[in-house]
């Protein structure tokens, strides 16, 4: 997709939606990364089921490692893998207290050094809690990269760094958020809807109807 095409696809997307959101509920930096934690695998929607009860008893990371693994684990049972997130939820709280005050770092590579934390989920972190201009590509921005010609890649890193260098800087901060809702709702996996789609004209997909 020319550079051209990529400064329209984003106009058009602000021009939507200015300020788009993601549907992690969440109060503080702290919730944002057990949330995100959470997410892998599994629908926002069922982890908001699941973190509306966890931080009423769990709001901060002395109280995650206070409730323990297996009162989290019960917390958080109707989602995928819920034992192994369980134990990342209450080691990740404690290396927060023990390395950081209990403060979530804003650096990459001491969110990557948490457990359960990898580059998606510290990318999430540090555009929605602390402002910075990362792209999270999940399996819907890896879709869409590679479905629209917007940055087509084998790979999420590829996706990723095709994306950065693309997306004009004015857009970045909100470029993962609008390429995931584009993806989630109107761009999906099986049926994309093509009749709805804001970038219809500007999209390289083959098979577009």
């Not at 297996?70 to 134990?87: D, F, P, Q, S, W």
């Not at 990459?108 to 555009?127: C, D, F, I, S, Y």
Request: aromatic fraction near 6%; proline fraction near 7%; charge should be positive.
């Amino acid at each position: 997709m020319s550079p051209q095409k990529i400064r329209e696809l984003f106009a058009r997307f602000a021009a939507a939606n200015p300020e788009p959101r993601g549907e992690l509920e969440h109060a503080t930096p702290y919730q944002l990364l057990i949330a995100v934690i959470l997410s892998a695998q599994a629908t926002d929607k069922s982890v908001n089921l699941c973190t509306r009860e966890l931080f009423r008893k769990a709001p901060e990371p002395a109280h995650m490692v206070a409730l323990g693994e297996e009162a989290v684990a019960e917390c958080i049972r109707t989602i995928g893998l819920y034992r192994n997130k369980a134990k990342n939820l209450v080691a990740a709280s404690r290396l927060l207290l023990e390395r950081h005050g209990g403060a979530v770092p804003q650096e990459r590579e001491a969110l990557e050094a948490l457990p359960g934390v990898g580059r998606k989920t510290a990318n999430v972190v540090l555009n929605i809690a602390f402002g910075q201009p990362t792209i999270a590509v999940d399996t819907h921005i890896f879709r869409l990269g590679n479905r629209t010609g917007l940055a087509p890649g084998s790979d999420v890193l590829e996706v990723e760094q095709k994306l950065l260098k693309a997306v004009p800087p004015q857009y970045r901060l909100h470029a993962h958020h609008w390429l995931i809702l584009h993806g989630r709702y109107v761009c999906k996996a099986r049926k994309p809807d093509c009749a709805a789609c804001l970038i219809r004209d500007l999209c390289h997909y083959p098979a577009k109807d």
